[in-house]
């Protein structure tokens, strides 16, 4: 009977020591003792609004310092549209720091993602998005797609165009489309010197010729096939206005 007695002694002490800590680390007691009064946000980032991340962590910070659930709290604002990647810390007695970075996107890629200018495919968020390129590819060649644009993107800069779409094929076959609407036809082998040997040509070419080029087809050894659009209609001059007799 006193070994009972005192092993329910026990149990009781312990139970008396453990509920005032488990108290606290939830929030239950004196979460008011320990109020959180700093939030402290770092990284580079424009997409995600400093109101967006206090509206994320808010209810994790309303029972104190001890109750914050550092876990939940960064897989929530992890996920929030943009954010590449979170960390989160408390510092005694008051401060919540929050370290935040975005994907940088440098193309659309398919239908409903996004490529950054790492090189990492992510989900586009439903929100308006800049004027971005279209690249289409297997994803495992995001690095061949950045450096193919890297590649085009200065060639033609000289005659005002942009690359407004690249693709690359499971066969391996390179094009692009230029902001004026011309789609050209790099096909595989070496993209890189056709493509630089082309846009060298391509302003004489423009020059020459003032009708609009719809394709260029540079899968020729020795040059490359254009096709043209029709020519721009003559602009009509302003009528001169007839003079009336007087009577």
Request: net charge positive; glycine share 6%.
């Amino acid at each position: 009977m006193n070994a009972l007695l005192r092993i329910a002694a026990w149990l009781l002490a312990i139970t008396l020591v453990t509920l005032p800590v488990v108290g606290v680390l939830n929030g239950w007691i004196a979460g008011s003792r320990w109020p959180m009064r700093h939030l402290v946000v770092t990284g580079e980032f424009r997409q995600v609004s400093d109101a967006r991340i206090r509206e994320v962590v808010r209810p994790y910070v309303r029972h104190g310092f001890f109750a914050v659930d550092l876990e939940s709290m960064q897989a929530q604002l992890a996920a929030l549209p943009w954010v590449q990647k979170v960390e989160v810390r408390k510092r005694w007695p008051d401060r919540l720091e929050v370290s935040l970075s975005e994907y940088r996107p440098l193309a659309r890629w398919g239908k409903d993602r996004l490529l950054s200018e790492n090189g990492e495919i992510f989900p586009a968020p439903k929100v308006a998005l800049p004027t971005l390129p279209q690249f289409d590819a297997p994803d495992d060649r995001a690095a061949d797609m950045i450096a193919f644009h890297n590649l085009a993107r200065p060639l033609f800069l000289g005659i005002g165009r942009q690359v407004a779409a690249a693709s690359l094929s499971p066969r391996g076959s390179w094009s692009l489309r230029l902001s004026d609407g011309t789609d050209i036809e790099i096909g595989r082998g070496d993209p890189a010197a056709r493509l630089s040997r082309f846009a060298r040509l391509m302003p004489r070419l423009l020059s020459t010729d003032k009708r609009p080029l719809l394709r260029a087809d540079l899968r020729y050894t020795n040059g490359f096939a254009l096709t043209w659009g029709a020519a721009p209609a003559p602009v009509d001059s302003v009528p001169k206005p007839q003079a009336q007799a007087n009577t």
